[in-house]
């Protein structure tokens, strides 16, 4: 026995119609038992009109429905993203009415300018932070990597674009722990605190940037200021990469570390 289904999508935090949105519909069946991964049959794909009201037909009477809202960004319409919306068991095959779905919007990612803005809050001073990652890069076999400048620069928004759009860069800044430290005017006295425990002066330039590489002793390894990053009035994503690779913790032979484990044994007498 078939049956149809039908309600009206409404945007949680709005209250207005989600319209001409695409909806699925259908049964898991489970490849293997219930933990296994599933596949989705007995059911279709449908659109909400003008309105937000969507109807879904040719559903069986017993089975769990699962309803999904299909996600397609506009700039990436192949980066697809499923959000559950309801589940419904039909006990009969009388047409049923869900009325209102509230459903949370989908997740919309942060613009560059957010990241931006929300990796130069720190919950600690700019000195603390770097104290405590100092510690903790002793453990985690990472630098410190303290950027200085205004958030709102040309010069940080092309370096931190390549921090969060570049793959390469990416993965090269998991070697190190970062710290954005802003210079405006107004940060300035706990960036000014900083630089001096570090025992570096700084260029206050609002148009520029300062990288520096400190061990985890705090001791100056490494440091690049804008001229020395960019090319043709640009920071490189060439520079940058040659300057992370240049300075990252060394990677540790295994042979050596073995070596050197035996070697420390042996001269104090203890078996291994």
């Known amino acids: 026995t078939l049956a149809t ?3 009206q999508l409404i945007d949680k935090e709005t209250g207005k119609p989600f319209k001409n949105r695409e909806i699925r519909y259908g049964v898991h069946v489970h490849i293997g038992d219930d933990n296994a991964p599933f596949q989705t049959q007995y059911g279709g794909t449908t659109f909400s009109d003008e309105s937000g009201h969507f109807e879904l037909e040719h559903l069986v009477v017993g089975p769990e429905y699962h309803i999904t809202l299909v996600n397609r960004p506009e700039d990436q319409p192949d980066r697809i993203t499923w959000q559950p919306v309801k589940k419904i068991t039909l006990k009969d095959s009388h047409p049923l009415d869900l009325g209102r779905v509230e459903v949370e919007p ?7 300018e957010e990241r931006i803005a929300a990796a130069f809050v720190l ?11 100092r510690k903790i890069g002793g453990l985690t076999m990472q630098y410190p990597l303290i950027l200085f400048g205004e ?3 040309k010069a940080i928004r092309e370096l931190l674009a390549l921090r969060f759009e570049d793959d390469e860069i990416s993965s090269k800044l998991d070697s190190y722990l970062v710290i954005p430290v802003d210079t405006t005017e107004s940060k300035r006295t706990a960036a000014q605190a900083l630089a001096e425990a570090m025992g570096i002066k700084l260029n206050f330039d609002s148009a520029g940037l300062e990288l520096y590489v400190t061990d985890t002793s705090g001791k100056q390894r490494a440091h690049a200021d804008l001229a020395a990053l960019s090319t043709d009035g640009k920071v490189s994503q060439k520079k ?28 104090q007498n203890k078996r291994v």
Not at 123 to 133: A, G, V
């Open 5 to 7: 289904v039908r309600g």
């Open 106 to 112: 989908p997740y919309q990612p942060p613009t560059l």
């Open 123 to 133: 919950k600690k001073t700019p000195l603390e932070r770097f104290t405590y990652d």
């Open 151 to 153: 958030p709102e620069s």
């Open 240 to 267: 940058l990469l040659k300057f992370l690779e240049t300075n990252q913790v060394p990677k540790l032979d295994a042979r050596e570390l073995l070596d050197a484990a035996l070697k420390q044994a042996k001269e």
